[in-house]
Structures are given as structure tokens and as C-alpha cells.
């Protein structure tokens, strides 16, 4: 009888060694894979646009057991394009099963100001995808430029041409002012740059009509001699001008915008040909 308790007693010491060595080979099983996004941050935040200036945005994403990371930045703001996918620039990882990602874009005045939302997704070894987003703010600063507005006088013409010496010629042209002066426009005050407003296709135009101002006409003949002032004359509402004078001599006639408080000068020339 204890010859067989001791039989047992052995067979359940050798049973227990034998659990004991299979443990370790359970604790040697391969980790979990799962790819997961532990984190993004986007810099800076809030994003500030003055003027001109060409600001970087960089997105940097923490991830774990992640082989290829996809980012993707859309505005939610007015104005500009839907998206800027695919964003110039290119992620970047470290080493290491935890690895940081990088990508950056560049965003200028002509981007829309708002809410940003960057959209990642993280693709695994074995596959698998993780999908997360943050947002970001981007604030446009309009500058403005306080200083007169560009006119210009559009359509000058000096008619008939060549004429008969002694005729009348009519001048004639239109008085403008810049409502969109290259990236700036008008609002009524001063010169603000950036928007969409000077586009062909909204309620902003290019330039305006300029009335009730002063036009001064010159005449310089075509042999020798110096500017010679003839008259002024007054622009409609709407910024025509319009007048007659005899010509006498073949030469080149000027009307000129001296400008005033607000607006920059301007003049233009037309030659004509006195004939017999």
C-alpha cells in the first residue's frame, strides 16, 4: 500500500515538472499585432496667415504596429478648394514598433480661413486599418493698405483721325477707379487683400465708373514745342467725358486725372493727323 502511494506521489511530482515546463513556451507566443493611433497633434494651432506669408502645418501622428500611415487635410471653412488631397509633402516615420509620423503642408493666404480637419489612417502588418482625426483652426489677418485707389482712363480716343486742318476733333474716353487692384480690393475704405471677391464671377468688379471729376485736356505738336493745356472738362456720373475742339496741327492730345484725396492720377494719349 505505500509502495503504491509513493508510486502516485512520483507521477503527480512528475506531472507538476511537466506543467512547469510548458509554461514558459506559452509566454513565448507572438504579441498582439493590432495596429492602433495612439495620437496626433498638428503645429502650430491655431494656424495665423498675415499677408503674404506662406505658413507650415505639420501633422505627427503616434502609432503602434503600423507599416504605411495615409493623411489627408480638408477645410471646412468658406472659400477655397474642398481639399488638398493629395498634400504636397510626404510622412515620415522613426523606428521602432511605436512609431511617430510626420507630414507637412503649406498654407498661404489664399487657403480658407476655418476649422481643418486632418484625417488619418494607419494601415498594419497584417493589414488591418486604424482610422482617426483631429482639427485644427486657420485664421486669414486681411491687411490693409490705407492710401489712394488706382484710376485709370479707359477708351480715349481723339476721332476722326487723320482730320482736316481746322475741323473739330471729339476726345472722349471714361474715368475709372480700381475696385480690384491686382490681390487687393476696395471696401469703400481702404485696400484689403485676400477673399474671393474680385473674382470675374462675383458682385466685385475690376474697376468702376468715376464721376463729377475734373479733366484736364493738353496738346503737343508733333514738331518741337512743349505741352500745351486746352480745357478742362467734367466726367458724367458713370465716368464718360466727352468734347469737341478744332485741331490745327498734327500731334499727340493728352487728357489727364490729377487725382485727388483717395485717388491716384492718371492720363491718357492718343495721336492724330492733321491733313489739308
Not at 495596429?35 to 503674404?52: A, F, L, N, Q, Y
Not at 510626420?102 to 502588418?125: C, S
Not at 496741327?249 to 492720377?265: A, I, N, P
Request: positive net charge.
Amino acid at each position: 500500500m505505500m509502495k503504491r502511494i509513493a508510486t502516485a506521489l512520483v507521477a503527480a511530482t512528475m506531472g507538476a515538472s511537466a506543467l512547469g515546463v510548458v509554461a514558459p513556451a506559452l509566454a513565448d507566443t507572438a504579441p498582439d499585432t493590432a495596429v492602433s493611433i495612439e495620437s496626433i497633434k498638428v503645429t502650430p494651432d491655431p494656424v495665423v496667415i498675415r499677408g503674404s506669408d506662406h505658413v507650415a502645418v505639420t501633422a505627427t501622428v503616434e502609432t503602434v504596429g503600423a507599416e504605411d500611415v495615409k493623411f489627408d487635410f480638408e477645410p471646412t471653412g468658406q472659400g477655397g478648394q474642398p481639399d488638398c488631397n493629395p498634400c504636397p509633402g510626404a510622412a515620415k516615420a522613426s523606428s521602432g514598433e511605436s512609431k511617430t509620423w510626420g507630414k507637412t503642408i503649406v498654407l498661404d493666404r489664399h487657403d480658407p480661413a476655418g476649422k481643418w480637419i486632418v484625417y488619418v489612417e494607419a494601415t498594419g502588418q497584417d493589414g488591418k486599418v486604424a482610422r482617426a482625426k483631429s482639427s485644427f483652426y486657420v485664421k486669414v489677418v486681411q491687411d490693409r493698405h490705407r492710401g489712394p485707389r488706382a484710376t485709370r482712363i479707359a477708351g480715349f480716343d481723339a476721332s476722326p483721325e487723320p482730320v482736316k486742318k481746322g475741323r473739330k476733333l471729339s476726345l472722349s474716353g471714361k474715368l475709372e477707379t480700381a475696385r480690384c487692384y491686382g490681390d487687393w480690393w476696395w471696401d469703400g475704405d481702404a485696400y484689403v487683400v485676400g477673399g474671393n471677391r474680385c473674382h470675374d464671377d462675383s458682385r466685385w468688379h475690376s474697376w468702376r465708373q468715376l464721376g463729377w471729376q475734373k479733366i484736364k485736356v493738353y496738346f503737343h505738336r508733333a514738331h518741337g514745342g512743349k505741352w500745351e493745356y486746352v480745357d478742362t472738362i467734367e466726367t458724367n456720373p458713370d465716368g464718360t467725358f466727352y468734347t469737341k475742339i478744332p485741331a490745327y496741327w498734327s500731334g499727340t492730345w493728352k487728357v489727364v486725372f490729377e487725382g485727388s484725396r483717395g485717388l491716384y492720377g492718371s492720363s491718357a494719349t492718343d495721336y492724330v493727323k492733321v491733313v489739308r
